[in-house]
């Protein structure tokens, strides 16, 4: 029943993205051009790929709010270690790891502290912040190699290497959620922690290693957005977390727990990368697109309100 609801819900999330984006290219000449299409794909990696942990987390009926600062966080730990002689691939790595180090004392404070996700996150999110601005002094990072700039700058096919790279992550993700353990328990994990607890389910090592996917999924994210921007900020991330949750609601998984799929995912990235892109073609000021975007995610999350009654409903009279 779930299932099947899960992939109705992605179905007509598809529909509303082909109905959004023909919408805005009747409303603008320039929306459909390739050019835009390949920018607004672009444009969606970073958001797309920073998603892809917050939907394990919210999955498992959870939430992190850290995710932008621990972008930022990454930024300058891999940032300092280039420019100071560490070869690429072992800087990347020095920034991986410092997400997931800070994606696990989330987890970490959140089932052995006993700390609501809201409150253990929020914290993290100024530790993080805090120390990007700390090791930086406050000031950006710049000067990495060509080769490092070609995460961001090369092609594959004509389709930008960042675009490739989220495909990528999301293909392991769809994989990991559908077809492992850890999958089936985050989800259970997320529909009822305690019958899976009393069912053996190892509930405190799999949401840490949730939490620790989330960290994982914002130093990607960080290590894209350096190589875009050809510098690290200790500011970059801001908003980060909630365009993260945004992504992942609209794309049907629900904020209780134990529904949606990565797949629905992706489309909310898209969705909000279109619906933003086409705002900006028509000229409507950055005010109202907040605005919009904030009405879209309401109306996301009445319908998944909507949705999880009726399941309940069903779920009820079928016993």
């Not at 912040?129 to 096919?157: C, E, K, Q, T, Y």
């Not at 675009?163 to 293909?171: C, D, F, H, P």
């Not at 949606?260 to 892109?277: A, D």
């Not at 996301?300 to 069903?314: E, G, K, N, P």
């Amino acid at each position: 029943m779930i299932a099947h609801l899960v992939r109705r819900r992605e179905f007509g999330i598809l529909i509303g993205l082909l109905l959004l984006s023909v919408a805005l290219w009747i409303a603008s000449p320039y929306f459909a051009t390739l050019d835009n299409l390949r920018n607004v794909a672009e444009q969606s990696a970073t958001i797309g790929v920073i998603a892809i942990g917050m939907t394990f987390v919210i999955l498992s009926g959870g939430i992190d709010l850290s995710v932008g600062s621990v972008v930022a966080l990454c930024c300058v730990s891999a940032a300092m270690a280039i420019t100071r002689g560490v070869p690429i691939a072992l800087a990347m790595v020095v920034g991986v790891l410092v997400g997931v180090i800070a994606g696990t004392m989330n987890g970490v404070l959140i089932t052995f502290g006993r700390l609501p996700p809201f409150i253990a996150t929020l914290g993290m999110m100024s530790v993080a912040r805090g120390g990007a601005l700390m090791l930086s002094d406050g000031r950006p990072i710049s000067g990495f190699p060509d080769a490092f700039r070609a995460l961001a700058v090369n092609n594959v096919a004509g389709v930008p290497s960042p675009v490739m790279i989220m495909l990528a992550l999301y293909v392991v993700a769809h994989l990991v959620l559908t077809r492992t353990v850890l999958g089936r328990y985050t989800y259970a994990i997320g529909g009822n922690e305690v019958a899976s607890a009393m069912s053996g389910v190892n509930v405190y090592a799999y949401k840490i290693l949730v939490y620790a996917i989330a960290g994982a999924s914002a130093a990607l994210c960080a290590m894209l957005l350096m190589a875009r921007l050809n510098s690290a900020q200790p500011i970059a991330g801001i908003g980060y977390e909630l365009d993260a949750i945004a992504a992942v609601v609209i794309g049907g998984t629900s904020l209780l727990g134990g529904s949606g799929s990565v797949v629905g995912t992706l489309l909310g990235t898209l969705i909000m990368s279109v619906l933003r892109n086409g705002l900006n073609l028509l000229g409507v000021s950055s005010y109202v697109q907040q605005i919009a975007i904030g009405v879209v995610i309401v109306i996301a999350v009445l319908v998944d309100m909507a949705l999880h009654r009726r399941t309940q409903r069903s779920t009820a009279f079928s016993t």
